[in-house]
């Protein structure tokens, strides 16, 4: 009788360990995926990430797809302007705000994850910009960040876009982060579906409060409510 249980609290023990085992390494690998590029990562990723903030003025190291310090101090820098959680961390959330596909998704994924993500911050910068303005006006906004987007002059996403230093008002004092409303929702699709009512303007500015002297000799192309739209 007591071998048999001896044999019992032997076999508990070791189902138990292995139970232990096993959900160890599922946690650590579903933690690797979630924490992606960090403070000692190498790789294209980290690549992408320093030639981004290099580009955006967060980063002045070289690009050598090393996760090092700077790198760490230039995404940590990146987040706390951006209103993300400071971690020094590049996760999803933060390279979502960089316009950069996470390696630990499919290609499929990644279009549909960049796409919503494309749409929300977009979304985001016209209720920021340009809520009270007439639909179209809102519209235009969106469009004027697609029309950046394709010109060589800008970077080549619209997370990109929106977050390099300087050129959106909203970025800067936090309004990026408000909840948009259904217009503005509206508005960005309707720019991310082709509609262009600032006609190719790269740029726009409210004359009424406008202190930069260089922005009133850009080409203007439309005025629509408060805001020229110009290139």
């Not at 509206?186 to 409210?206: C, E, T, V």
Request: hydrophobic share 35%.
């Amino acid at each position: 009788m007591q071998k048999q249980k001896r044999k019992i609290i032997a076999m508990v023990t070791i189902f138990c360990a292995f139970s232990l085992f096993f959900s160890y390494h599922i946690f650590f690998a579903h933690s690797q995926t979630e924490a992606l590029s960090k403070y000692g990562s190498r790789g294209d990723e980290v690549k992408q990430i320093q030639t981004k903030l290099k580009r955006w003025g967060y980063y002045n190291g070289t690009i050598d797809g090393v996760y090092g310090s700077q790198t760490q101090a230039a995404v940590r820098w990146f987040q706390s302007k951006n209103g993300l959680t400071v971690d020094g961390i590049a996760g999803k959330n933060t390279l979502a705000a960089m316009g950069i596909n996470s390696s630990s998704n499919n290609t499929g994924s990644n279009a549909n994850t960049t796409s919503s993500n494309d749409l929300n911050l977009l979304s985001r910068l016209v209720y920021g910009e340009a809520r009270g303005e007439p639909y179209s006006g809102q519209v235009a906004v969106a469009a004027v960040v697609l029309n950046r987007v394709k010109s060589s002059s800008f970077p080549n996403t619209v997370a990109g876009v929106i977050y390099q230093r300087g050129a959106f008002d909203v970025v800067t004092d936090g309004q990026i982060n408000l909840a948009p409303d259904s217009n503005a929702k509206k508005a960005a699709q309707d720019a991310l579906n082709g509609w262009d009512p600032s006609y190719g303007a790269i740029y726009y500015f409210n004359p009424n409060t406008a202190t930069n002297r260089w922005i009133w000799s850009r080409p203007v192309t439309v005025t629509i409510g408060q805001h020229r739209f110009c290139k």
